[in-house]
């Protein structure tokens, strides 16, 4: 029962401590809620103060900055505004100048267009002429006659044209030293070249290419048979072939490889406007050269002569210095010592005349010098 009584005991004090302790804890745990209480209150009157100061911090800053971001946007606007203009006033001059030179582009591709139609019609004009054959021969001779013209040679000096219709005369003959000359014709196969230009079909093309290449070699064929080389007459051995157009004389040289050859047997001279005018030139040169080397021998007997003519000349300078010597020497003796004697004499007969003198100062006169 004691026992007992002591565990009861035992129980109600550790209830009643307990009941002590959760009294005291409650009343620390509601103290500290209310200085926590006053802590929340005091930090967040404190919080509220630096919010509202730093928030007037902040707008002034912001207000700040803002006044300079804006003072900065007017001035980079004021420049990217003057950039802007003067961009738009350089394109404003551009686009004057490019229309301006689109004007003129047009105009030159007006006239462009004026000078391909006028090309037009003489093409059409000059193919109806070459249509003929005496008309390309006339064409070839006004072509050679501007070459000639060009070098300097003289008809009826350096060469003749022909004058008369005839087979076997030449359409140029040149002169050459020693009697000599060579002969040239001008007139030249085109109607199968002129075809071969103007078809489009391979086939058509091909036959044309090979008439126009078997005309030229009967043309030259014609001209060997002709007498345009008779050594009797003074001609050399060779004849001069005219091709009126660098293209079509390249175009023989790359179709017909042996075409020269060909005609350096048959003794002909292919020659187009470049190779007559070097030939021509050549033949200028050594009919020039002949010349001087034939008058060689006249200027050296005109040389001798002048020196002969020049030494005589010189003698008689020196005769003639030699008389005006002694000629100086007679007037320097009559101008001094006999004009002295002449004027003495006067002098003294001035003064008889005028009563100054007596026969002591006649006395004084000097006898007459032989």
């Not at 179709?255 to 030939?279: N, Q």
């Not at 050594?286 to 000349?313: C, I, P, Y």
Request: hydrophobic share 35%; glycine share 8%; proline share 2%.
């Amino acid at each position: 029962m004691s026992g007992m009584t002591s565990i009861l005991f035992f129980l109600a004090g550790l209830l009643l401590g307990g009941g002590i302790i959760w009294f005291v804890r409650q009343k620390e745990i509601d103290s500290a809620q209310t200085g926590l209480d006053q802590l929340k209150d005091v930090f967040g009157n404190l919080s509220k103060e630096a919010l509202t100061e730093n928030q007037k911090s902040f707008f002034e800053l912001a207000e700040n900055k803002f006044a300079e971001l804006m003072k900065s946007s007017e001035t980079q606007l004021d420049e990217k505004k003057k950039l802007i203009d003067s961009t738009l006033m350089e394109m404003g001059k551009n686009l004057d100048g490019l229309t301006k030179s689109t004007s003129e582009l047009k105009g030159q591709m007006e006239e462009s267009k004026k000078g391909i139609d006028s090309l037009s019609d003489t093409t059409s004009r000059l193919r109806q002429i070459l249509s003929s054959s005496q008309a390309r021969g006339q064409w070839g001779e006004r072509m050679v006659e501007d070459i000639l013209s060009f070098i300097g040679l003289i008809e009826g000096i350096n060469y003749e044209k022909q004058s008369q219709e005839g087979k076997d005369r030449p359409d140029f003959k040149f002169n050459l030293p020693d009697g000599k000359h060579i002969n040239m014709d001008v007139k030249f196969p085109l109607t199968h070249y002129e075809n071969y230009l103007a078809t489009d079909v391979e086939s058509e093309r091909d036959d044309e290419k090979k008439a126009f290449l078997k005309d030229v070699r009967n043309h030259v064929k014609e001209i060997s048979g002709r007498s345009y080389i008779d050594p009797n007459a003074g001609t050399v051995d060779y004849v001069l072939m005219f091709i009126p157009n660098e293209s079509i004389y390249s175009f023989l040289n790359q179709e017909d490889g042996e075409l020269i050859d060909f005609s350096l047997g048959k003794k002909i001279l292919l020659c187009s406007p470049v190779t007559l005018y070097a030939f021509l030139s050549l033949i200028r040169q050594a009919v020039s050269n002949f010349h001087m080397e034939q008058r060689a021998g006249e200027m050296q007997k005109l040389v001798n002569t002048f020196r002969d003519q020049w030494g005589k000349f010189a003698d008689q300078v020196s005769k003639l210095g030699k008389t005006l010597g002694t000629l100086s020497n007679h007037y320097d003796e009559l101008s001094g010592p006999r004009l002295r004697a002449l004027e003495k004499p006067m002098e003294k007969i001035e003064d008889l005349q005028i009563g100054l003198t007596d026969e002591s100062a006649l006395k004084e006169l000097p006898e007459e010098e032989e």
